[in-house]
């Protein structure tokens, strides 16, 4: 029997072409992210109360308290994001705060890590709110259930003002980034 000489280029060669399309299936997939990863690793949202032991905390004076709040308020409307998410395909989960309806179509929002957060608590740090912009409308279920959003996230800074029903006040909330949504979907794990 006469001995064949095979090349395996052509193999190989397909075998790399298959890897780079199986690749490019996946490169359009959204990066799921939680909260923690939108805020810088050395960055301490309690910094500002930190420095006081519990007995210090519990005897400040009514101003003293009231300028401590405002303080860390502040410093959360500052709050440092994290640049590589710019212009980053993400999938995030959270809760969504209605802004802007057409109809019965949400068109804008913005999404928070926790029920309640900016309407029974204040207002979380801004690198913890994203705006959402909608081009289609979304028509939302519920406030109280957790959805996913996805889309291209953008470090853009924003307030928003807040108005719940009945209250004469609105609320001013701050927020880092922005996302044009694609996608809402129910959150399920």
Same mark, same amino acid.
């Given at each position: 029997?006469? *001995?064949?000489?095979?090349?395996?280029?052509?193999?190989?060669?397909?075998?790399?072409?298959?890897?780079?399309?199986? *690749?490019?299936?996946?490169?359009?997939?959204?990066?799921?992210?939680?909260?923690?990863?939108?805020?810088?690793?050395?960055?301490?949202?309690?910094?500002?109360?930190?420095?006081?032991?519990?007995? @210090?905390?519990?005897?400040?004076?009514?101003?003293?308290?009231?300028?401590?709040?405002? /303080?860390?308020?502040?410093?959360?409307?500052?709050?440092?994001?994290?640049?590589?998410?710019?212009?980053?395909?993400?999938?995030?989960?959270?809760?969504?705060?209605?802004? !802007?309806?057409?109809?019965?179509?949400?068109? !804008?929002?913005?999404?928070?890590?926790?029920?309640?957060?900016? =309407?029974? /608590?204040?207002?979380?740090?801004?690198?913890? =709110?994203?705006?959402?912009?909608?081009? /289609?409308?979304?028509?939302? !279920?519920?406030?109280?259930?957790?959805?996913? =959003? /996805?889309?291209?996230?953008? =470090?853009?800074?924003? @307030?928003?003002?807040?108005?719940?029903?009945?209250?004469?006040?609105?609320?001013?909330?701050?927020?880092?980034?922005?996302?044009?949504?694609?996608?809402?979907?129910?959150?399920?794990?």
């Amino acid at each position: 029997m006469k *001995h064949l000489k095979v090349s395996h280029r052509p193999l190989l060669l397909m075998l790399l072409l298959s890897c780079f399309s199986w *690749h490019g299936a996946f490169a359009d997939e959204p990066t799921k992210i939680d909260w923690e990863s939108l805020m810088p690793q050395d960055w301490n949202p309690n910094k500002v109360f930190d420095d006081l032991t519990d007995d @210090q905390y519990y005897a400040l004076s009514d101003s003293e308290l009231m300028i401590l709040e405002q /303080t860390a308020q502040a410093m959360f409307d500052a709050a440092p994001v994290v640049d590589a998410f710019e212009g980053k395909q993400v999938k995030v989960p959270g809760f969504v705060l209605p802004l !802007e309806f057409s109809d019965t179509l949400l068109k !804008e929002f913005l999404l928070v890590p926790y029920y309640g957060a900016c =309407i029974h /608590t204040p207002p979380p740090p801004a690198n913890q =709110i994203i705006y959402g912009n909608l081009k /289609t409308g979304y028509e939302l !279920e519920s406030i109280y259930l957790p959805v996913w =959003i /996805t889309g291209t996230l953008n =470090i853009s800074r924003s @307030q928003s003002q807040l108005n719940e029903e009945g209250v004469v006040d609105s609320l001013a909330v701050q927020s880092a980034y922005s996302m044009n949504v694609e996608l809402i979907e129910p959150y399920i794990e």
